[in-house]
């Protein structure tokens, strides 16, 4: 069964600074890993998939890279809205989520 | 405008049943798949199935497969998740998506949640 972990559990960074999150499966699941945002008491948002195609109506600030078993997250500047949890998604079998990336307000 | 709105959680006593609903608008319910997703208090998401548009296609987690019943309507756009022999670990919002269409897995829409409580 492929595992995801993520990395760090928490990042504390300033509005307007760059964020990057890590996102690693235990065996390849391709290019099929997507990313979710989920704000405290809400649903979680798909924000990209396939890696790095943006889902419709998210903001360009948000990018995702890598192949294989590493992926990586960019949030380029922050907005005070992106201080959220972060999932990552693997399809390659059954869907499956890592267990987060917290983005807070340092 | 994509609507989907989960009801019917509430507390139940461990060994229980609890039938929830997700009701859908804005979209052409009948073409997606649909899933139920989990999500324990402070803890992260767990899949728990999905079902084809059609309803011919049904798949589970393995871990819930035998408690967990999906199902779906497409004359009433409606969704269904039935759950018996409540346990514990079952305690979590149980948030329906939409898959993404052409991308299977992915989920482009979500409803709020529905919290189910296991206690007695």
């Known amino acids: 069964e492929i595992v995801l972990t993520q990395s760090p559990a928490t990042l504390s960074l300033s509005p307007g600074e760059r964020a990057i999150l890590s996102c690693r499966a235990s065996?390849?699941?391709?290019?099929?890993l997507a990313w979710y945002q989920q704000r405290p008491g809400q649903a979680p948002r798909l924000l990209i998939y396939?890696?790095?195609k943006r889902a419709t109506g998210i903001p360009a600030r948000f990018s995702g890279s890598g192949s294989g078993t590493d992926f990586t997250l960019t949030i380029s500047s922050l907005e005070p809205e992106d201080f959220a949890v972060y999932y990552c998604q693997q399809r390659s079998n059954w869907p499956l989520f890592g267990p987060g990336t917290r983005v807070e307000i340092k | 405008q994509v609507h989907l709105v989960e009801s019917g959680g509430g507390l139940v006593k461990p060994g229980g049943s609890l039938r929830l609903s997700c009701a859908t608008s804005g979209f052409i319910f009948s073409d997606y798949y649909m899933n139920w997703i989990r999500q324990a208090p402070g803890k992260g998401l767990e899949w728990v199935s999905h079902?084809?548009?059609?309803?011919?296609?049904?798949y589970y987690a393995d871990s819930l497969r035998g408690r967990f019943t999906i199902s779906r309507d497409n004359a009433k756009n409606s969704l269904y998740l039935q759950i018996n022999s409540l346990r514990d670990e079952d305690t979590a919002v149980y948030y329906c998506a939409r898959e993404e269409l052409g991308a299977q897995y992915y989920f482009d829409f979500w409803g709020q949640g529905t919290l189910v409580t296991v206690s007695s």
């Open positions: 396939d890696t790095f």
């Open positions: 079902i084809s548009g059609s309803g011919n296609a049904i």
């Open positions: 065996q390849s699941v391709s290019s099929y």
